[in-house]
């Protein structure tokens, strides 16, 4: 029995962490890539989100 | 069975809900001062900083790819608010969970939206210089940074100070809260980039306070759906709690 006072609190499992990792690398290609991780498909991947990357304060042009 | 494999399903359908919402909201109220700037931008004539060249996407993809990028960050963001709220055991452990849900999605919204906001405000296209994005990224990140130690330093004081009456408690860290702010504030440099003559004042407050608008349904929108969701007053599906 686990805390009842923590129903919704479950334990974290390990691979919960390798999913925040992964959310963290699609925020970062949304909103940040700039030809690091992507090289020249990066430019597509850029001006698609653009509006986007502005509207949500990203740091742009 | 564990049951974190149920709240992070429920963190991922909160973050497409708020993520369409927030792209609605980003559709109707901060394309049409895009969309000025960029006339701003276009009646310079041709700018070297390697934007908006060749028409790789056209602009039609580009309103697209806005609403698309609300949608996508915030899944992302619902898969990381599920874990940060299933870790956050201090986060108001005596309320419900959709109190908590709210509680720290505005928290959040303050740390990772609010104060970049104030200190490095959101620019539409034709305002940044492209020569210094990447140190005004290193600030912008590192601000939202400092600020998250700010929210988890909030929920750490909260408890230690759980042998004080709530509301002396709450008092106490309000302050300490205020307190990091206003000194982070003050402490992160100011952003390099001077406004360009040619961008209207009132341009950019109307981006300014629409970009707000759309992180602020994003995140306030991802704490109440997932507070819907995985509340048991409203919820359909049991977890289970073993
Ligand atoms: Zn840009």
Redo the contacts with the bound molecule.
């Keep these: 029995m686990t805390s009842p006072s923590h129903p919704l609190s479950p334990a974290l499992p390990r691979w919960a962490y390798a999913v925040a990792l992964l959310a963290l690398a699609v925020t970062w290609v949304v909103l940040q890539e700039n030809g690091l991780a992507l090289g020249h498909a990066a430019e597509v991947v850029h001006e698609f989100f653009?509006d986007g990357?502005?509207a949500l304060g990203v740091p742009?042009? | 069975m564990n049951s974190f494999r149920g709240v992070l399903l429920r963190g991922l359908a909160a973050g497409g809900v708020a993520g369409v919402l927030a792209g609605l909201v980003g559709l109707v109220v901060v394309e049409a001062p895009i969309r000025a700037a960029l006339a701003v931008e276009q009646a310079r004539g041709q700018v070297g900083d390697g934007?908006e060249h060749g028409e790789l996407v056209s602009r039609g993809t580009q309103v697209v790819g806005g609403v698309l990028a609300a949608v996508v960050v915030g899944v992302a963001l619902g898969a990381l608010f599920a874990t940060a709220h299933a870790g956050a055991r201090r986060w108001l452990p005596r309320r419900s969970p959709f109190a908590r849900s709210v509680a720290l999605s505005a928290a959040l919204f303050g740390a990772a939206a609010l104060m970049p906001a104030v200190k490095y405000p959101a620019n539409p296209?034709g305002v940044?210089d492209g020569s210094t994005v990447e140190y005004r990224t290193v600030l912008y990140l590192g601000l939202i940074a400092a600020g998250l130690l700010v929210v988890h330093g909030a929920g750490v004081l909260a408890a230690r100070l759980a042998h004080l009456a709530e509301p002396v408690r709450f008092t106490a860290v309000a302050l300490a809260v205020v307190a990091a702010a206003v000194v982070l504030l003050v402490v992160f440099p100011a952003g390099p980039d001077q406004i360009p003559a040619d961008v209207p004042a009132g341009l950019l407050w109307e981006f300014r306070l629409a970009s707000l608008a759309e992180t602020a349904t994003l995140w306030l929108g991802l704490g109440l759906a997932f507070g819907l969701l995985v509340d048991p007053a409203t919820r359909r599906t049991r977890l289970t709690s073993a």
Excluded: A, K, Q
Aim: one cysteine or more; a positive charge.
């Design positions: 653009h990357r502005h742009c042009h | 934007h296209p940044g």
